[in-house]
């Protein structure tokens, strides 16, 4: 889950998951979350529920505005209601179309794991990362 002006870094993440012979998977195109919020809140949210009920692990991207998007404190909400495994991941630092970095804000809930994109490889470290939340939270 992200927040709409993070579009372009969560694309990163997810070309990157996609390259690495990897199906794209819980992914979604912009378009198909854009249609389906034009048809109200009550149907984003059981979209979003069916999209949670077939996945074992939730990953938020975070950005700078992250923090107040209300899909993405929704799906938080789900995701440990339903006991997902859980972790977030800095995508602040990855540069957007335009080259430009942002800060980032601080919505993961504490006692599940954090990672920083590009200072912690996580190009070559996501799988890792995915597979280690399946486990229980510390």
Not at 32 to 49: H, L, N, P, T
Not at 54 to 68: D, Y
């Amino acid at each position: 889950s992200f927040e709409y002006s993070d579009i372009s870094r969560a694309r990163v993440v997810r070309d990157n998951w996609v390259t690495q012979d990897n199906k794209a998977f819980g992914f979604f195109d912009a378009s198909k979350f854009a249609m389906i919020k034009r048809q109200g809140d009550s149907a984003v949210k059981r979209w979003v529920d069916r999209q949670l009920k077939n996945a074992s692990v939730t990953v938020i991207l975070v950005g700078q505005h992250t923090c107040n998007c209300p899909w993405v404190n929704y799906v938080i909400e789900r995701s440990m209601k339903i006991g997902n495994g859980f972790l977030g991941i800095d995508i602040s630092k990855i540069k957007d179309s335009h080259g430009n970095t942002s800060n980032r804000c601080a919505c993961i809930p504490r006692g599940y794991p954090f990672y920083l994109w590009n200072k912690e490889d996580g190009d070559c470290n996501i799988g890792a990362w995915i597979e280690d939340a399946v486990k229980e939270p510390e």
